[in-house]
């Protein structure tokens, strides 16, 4: 699973490096319970401005892509549930 998070300016002000911070403890439950997860690999980017909020007035960040579905206005606890979702056993 590739999750890409973006870490430009407007998604770093209303919180992107706590949803990395998130995810990096969720990393951490994994390994501490493997039985429990599938073995795909949590790949896991910061990306600086993935674009989506230039051209835009709405509030839309921050903005994190699981895969190829796009979170916009993104929270710690609906990405984490995301990813636990597709790789809970
Ligand atoms: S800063 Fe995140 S999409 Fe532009």
Excluded: H
Excluded at 21 to 42: A, H, T, V
């Amino acid at each position: 699973m590739k999750v890409k998070v973006c870490v430009g300016s407007n998604c770093t002000l209303l919180g992107s490096m706590s949803i990395l911070d998130q995810i990096d403890d969720l990393r951490d439950i994994i390994s501490e319970d493997p039985d429990s997860y599938n073995d795909e690999e949590l790949e896991v980017e910061a990306i600086k401005c993935m674009g989506f909020c230039k051209n835009t007035d709405k509030e839309i960040a921050p903005v994190v892509v699981i895969d190829d579905e796009t979170m916009i206005n993104a929270t710690g606890q609906a990405v984490m549930e995301k990813i636990v979702k597709k790789i809970r056993k």
